[in-house]
Nanobody, 130 residues
Framework: EAQLVESGGGSVEAGGALRLSCTAS????????MGWYRQGPRNECELVSSITRVGHLYYAESVKGRFTISQDDAKTTRYLQMNNLKPEDTNVYYC????????????????????????WGQGTQVTVSS
C-alpha cells in the first residue's frame, strides 16, 4: 500500500530543535509537490513549508529563518528541520503530496488530497514548552 510515513515529533523546550521526517512508501516524490501542514489558529490547515516538483521552496512567515525543508539523496524522504522552536509551534504536523493553502481544516483537506490521488501522512505531535 502506497503511503506517507512520518516520524520525528516530540517534546522540547523553547529554543530547542526537532527534525521531522516524511518517507514515501510505494511511490515517488518526483511525481508530486510536497508540503508540511499544521492546524492554524483560525482552524485552517496552514501550509508551513513546501517543495514543488521543480524545487521551488515556500515557508510561512511565522517559520521563515527557523524551519528548513530538505530531502535525502534518494529522494524518498523529506525533512522539516525546526530550529529555535517556540511554544506557538506546538501542533500536530502533517506531510502531504500537496502544497496549497486552501483555508479549510486539516480534517477536510486530508480527504481532498487523497481523493485527488495524493497522499496524507498520519501526523506527528510537536510540543514546545516555555
Amino acid at each position: 500500500e502506497a503511503q506517507l510515513v512520518e516520524s520525528g515529533g516530540g517534546s522540547v523546550e523553547a529554543g530547542g530543535a526537532l527534525r521531522l521526517s516524511c518517507t514515501a512508501s510505494g511511490f515517488s516524490f518526483d511525481d508530486f509537490d510536497m508540503g508540511w501542514y499544521r492546524q492554524g489558529p483560525r482552524n485552517e490547515c496552514e501550509l508551513v513549508s513546501s517543495i514543488t516538483r521543480v524545487g521551488h521552496l515556500y515557508y510561512a512567515e511565522s517559520v521563515k529563518g527557523r524551519f528548513t525543508i530538505s530531502q535525502d539523496d534518494a529522494k524518498t524522504t523529506r525533512y522539516l528541520q525546526m530550529n529555535n522552536l517556540k511554544p506557538e509551534d506546538t501542533n500536530v504536523y502533517y506531510c502531504a503530496t500537496f502544497a496549497v493553502n486552501l483555508h479549510v481544516a486539516c480534517d477536510a483537506l486530508s480527504p481532498m488530497v487523497t481523493g485527488l490521488g495524493g497522499y496524507w501522512g498520519q501526523g506527528t505531535q510537536v510540543t514546545v514548552s516555555s
